[in-house]
Each structure stands twice: as structure tokens, then as C-alpha cells.
């Protein structure tokens, strides 16, 4: 049973413009979510988190949007630049628990 | 660089066959994770140490074991290899004491590749 779900295995944007990845989830327990971006050829890498008292957490260019009653976070980048163009996993932890749970990733590619 | 080192990069071996994989965490960290992925899945989790004892378990196949040495390394150790079971095998690391009451990112080291012949 797939408990992160991220149901668009790819999107594509024009640079400069927005971004948005989404990811559902079916474990109410969740209670700390992150986003990782993954490169080819190299782990994946933290990117931003929000916990489960917020529904806002910003950093930069990239904000997480935690909407509880829908089990929905979402990811925008703004603005869409090319280095951007990875794979990002979505993950969520219980409360109690440090183990993360992962989405099956996003394949974002920005174009020029 | 994460700081989380993993060895090797790549594996080729024949089904049946037994391989270790190795991990060093980031310095000061004392939980270590292991993930696999297989071709278009996302991370699998399979087991996590903390300190050198082991804390939770995920879908783990009886074939594969693991265990974290006292200067906090870990080994992933996987026998009798079918053809599924290649896949990149990660090794993550945190600052957490793992029962979750510090909600800390997990870093991940660059991943072993295993192909399985």
C-alpha cells in the first residue's frame, strides 16, 4: 500500500515560470513532510520540510503548501530555472518515528 | 557532498551470489538508514540502526541483514541474489535519536548500484 503517492511522473516547465509538485498521502499519523531533489548518479538531496502545525513553509525560490484535511502538500518553485530540472520525491514521517516514507518522484524538466 | 559515503559504486555480481554493501555516516550522526530503489519505484525503506542497535524495520527480505559497527558504519549484507533484486541501494544518515523527537532531514550518500546477472 503506496501511503506517499505522487501521481504526475512528470512535468514540464517553461523557465521562469511556476512550478507545482504534488503529492498525496493516506496515513493521517504523518506528522513531518519533506521534499528531496534528486540528480542522476547521485543521492537524493534535502530540499525543504514543513511540519504538520504549519501549512506554509517557505525557503527562497521554493515553497511547501500542507493542506491536512485533503492529505495534500504541494511543492512550488518560483521561478522555474533550468538546474532545476531533477526528480523530486516527496516523503512524510510518523510522529514517534524518524524513518521517512517516499513518493515514487516527479520528473521536473525546465526548458529555456 | 552530504558527507555520507558508500561503497562501492557498483556491483556486478551472478544470482546466488552473496555481496556487503558499506556505509559511513556524517560525522556526529548516529542513525543510519538503508533504502532500495528499484527502476521507476521510489525508495523502498528497509532498515534503520541507531547507535548500533537496530530500530525499525521496512519491507526487509529475510535474504538481506545488516548491522552498524561501533564507530557507527554500517553494512547491508544481501544473499542469495535473484535477478530482482537489482536495484541503487541507498544509505541516508540523521541527527536523529530515532524515536522522531527531533525532526531532522536525513542525507543521503550517492547510492550503490547492483546488477544482478
Known amino acids: 500500500d503506496q501511503q506517499v503517492k505522487q501521481n504526475s511522473p512528470s512535468l514540464s516547465v517553461q523557465e521562469g515560470r511556476i512550478s507545482i509538485l504534488n503529492c498525496d498521502y493516506t496515513?493521517?499519523?504523518?506528522?513531518?513532510f519533506l521534499w528531496y531533489k534528486k540528480y542522476p548518479a547521485e543521492g537524493p538531496t534535502f530540499l525543504i520540510s514543513?511540519?504538520?502545525?504549519?501549512d506554509k513553509n517557505e525557503d527562497g525560490r521554493f515553497t511547501v503548501f500542507l493542506n491536512k484535511s485533503a492529505k495534500h502538500l504541494s511543492l512550488h518553485i518560483v521561478p522555474s530555472q533550468p538546474g532545476d530540472s531533477a526528480v523530486y520525491f516527496c516523503?512524510?514521517?510518523?510522529?514517534?518515528?524518524?524513518?521517512?516514507?517516499f513518493g515514487t518522484g516527479t520528473r521536473l524538466q525546465v526548458f529555456p | 557532498d552530504s558527507g555520507v559515503t558508500q561503497t562501492p559504486k557498483h556491483l556486478i555480481t551472478a544470482t546466488g551470489q552473496r555481496v556487503t554493501l558499506r556505509c559511513s555516516p556524517r560525522?556526529?550522526?548516529?542513525?543510519v538508514y538503508w533504502y532500495q530503489q528499484s527502476l521507476d519505484q521510489g525508495l523502498q525503506f528497509l532498515i534503520q540502526?541507531?547507535?548500533?542497535?537496530?530500530?525499525a524495520k521496512g519491507n526487509i527480505l529475510e535474504r538481506f541483514s545488516a548491522q552498524q559497527f561501533p564507530d557507527l558504519h554500517s553494512e547491508l549484507n544481501l544473499s542469495s541474489l535473484e535477478l530482482g533484486d537489482s536495484a541503487l541501494y541507498f544509505c541516508?544518515?540523521?541527527?536523529?535519536?530515532?524515536?522522531?523527537?527531533?525532526?531532522?532531514?536525513?542525507?543521503f550518500g550517492n547510492g550503490t548500484r547492483l546488477t544482478v546477472t
Open positions: 541516508a544518515s540523521s541527527a536523529g535519536t530515532g524515536s522522531g523527537s527531533y525532526n531532522s532531514p536525513l542525507h
Open positions: 496515513n493521517s499519523m504523518f506528522d513531518y
Open positions: 514543513i511540519s504538520s502545525i504549519k
Open positions: 516523503a512524510a514521517s510518523e510522529k514517534g518515528d524518524d524513518k521517512l516514507i
Open positions: 560525522s556526529g550522526d548516529l542513525s
Open positions: 540502526y541507531y547507535n548500533g542497535e537496530e530500530r
